[in-house]
């Protein structure tokens, strides 16, 4: 498979990852929108997150990760976003699902 996710989770590709588990791995996005930019991502490939919506206890945990990492990263009490993107409208960019964990500032209201 040519998934540059899947490559990062088999470490053909090196990131600078910031949690990982079984199901799951966390790390730093190289463009980061905010001062706290990581995605989560199942080590399981799912194009998106409705490929992956027969899963919801692996939803539920990516989630759960998702809070752990913003409280880890000490963006948790000041608020934090989480987003996925789900196809070419939704401007998904890589086609293995992903959470962005998005903190350290203030977010706007308009769409991303």
Do not use: W
Not at 50 to 66: K, R, T
Not at 85 to 94: D, Y
């Amino acid at each position: 498979m040519d998934c540059l996710f899947c490559k990062i989770v088999s470490g053909e590709i090196p990131s600078t990852i910031v949690y990982q588990d079984e199901d799951c791995v966390a790390f730093r996005d190289i463009n980061p929108q905010a001062p706290t930019h990581v995605l989560v991502i199942p080590r399981q490939h799912f194009a998106s997150l409705s490929e992956a919506a027969q899963n919801p206890a692996l939803l539920g945990h990516l989630l759960s990760v998702c809070a752990g990492i913003a409280k880890a990263e000490g963006i948790a009490e000041d608020g934090y976003r989480v987003v996925t993107n789900i196809g070419t409208n939704g401007a998904q960019s890589v086609k293995h699902l992903h959470f962005h964990v998005l903190g350290g500032r203030k977010m706007t209201e308009e769409m991303a």
